[in-house]
């Protein structure tokens, strides 16, 4: 179950992802880890459990015990799609209700409670680091809501003229500067090939399209999505990839005001990329960026279908969702 992903003679200091900490195993076959979301210093996951009524735990790290802390089903219902976002120290949590609409639960000492619900029906898309400020979209319009205390206001609405009105998977940068849209249906580099938006922020909002590297029928360019804190690195998913038939992934660099590819992983869904942009998960792949980008090792011990992963900010722990035909899932905590 583990897997040592140190490069020879790699810096003490260079971010590695590989041994098995914690398993927590779904025995009701309810898709647990379908979502996850982590802390900056790891000690706190939060995992979804997807199959209708979906739930949403949270786990903590006391030392090297990892242990359930709480169930949150019981202060709203989730939805069984939305992703979810922890903020730095773990105390603000973003997840969707069953309505569609943000939702935020916030923690104090190890009692959680629901502290807003957004009016307005929006895929979330980001928090940043201090929990204040979160990010929802929904058909060509970002909103954006921020906290003072515990009161929660807005949102201001953003149109972003030419944003894809229907997307599956989102994600804002922590800092709120960059914003990936993506939709893997989409038909405007052949049927079903798919494409993603980057939207970008500096005084005003300018967007540039990615097309598919390797525009596939079905290929489904943008079914997950990832972006580091500053934004300078973005990672799109897709189902397949001209040669072969396994799901890719695609890591792209802002070089100036534009993105180009830097880096393609085959088995490379789910995503996931540190804060700082030097590490990323493709599937079960973890890679370091040493000067140049290069597979380290794998995560073993998933079920047959991995479908999330997250990264703290220094790439030094990650948390993986799987699950098997069954739906029955599993969340592993990897640490260095």
Known sequence: MEADVRPRGAQASVPVVGRQEA?????????????????????????????????????????????????????????????????ADGNTLLATNSSGKPVVLFRAGSTWSLQYTAAATATPVGLSANGSTMWAYAAGTLYTYTRSGSTWSGPTSTALSGALSTIDAAEMSRDGTVLVLAYSSDGSYGSGAGKAQIWRYAGSWSMQTLAPPYPTTSGGFGQDVAVSDDGSRVAIGAYLTSPSTAPHGYLYLRSGASYALEFTQAAGLPLAISGTGGAAIFGAAVCLRLGSWSVYGTLTGQRATPTSARLTPDGQRAVVGSYDSSDYGRVQMFGV
């Open 23 to 87: 398993v927590f195993d779904d025995v009701s076959g309810n898709r647990l880890g379908r979502c996850v979301a982590v802390s900056a210093d790891g000690a706190t996951v939060a995992a979804l459990a997807s199959i209708a009524p979906a739930k949403l735990y949270v786990y903590t790290r006391s030392g090297s015990t990892w242990a359930q802390q709480a169930e949150l089903s019981g202060l709203f219902a989730p939805d069984t799609s939305g992703r979810l976002w922890l903020s």
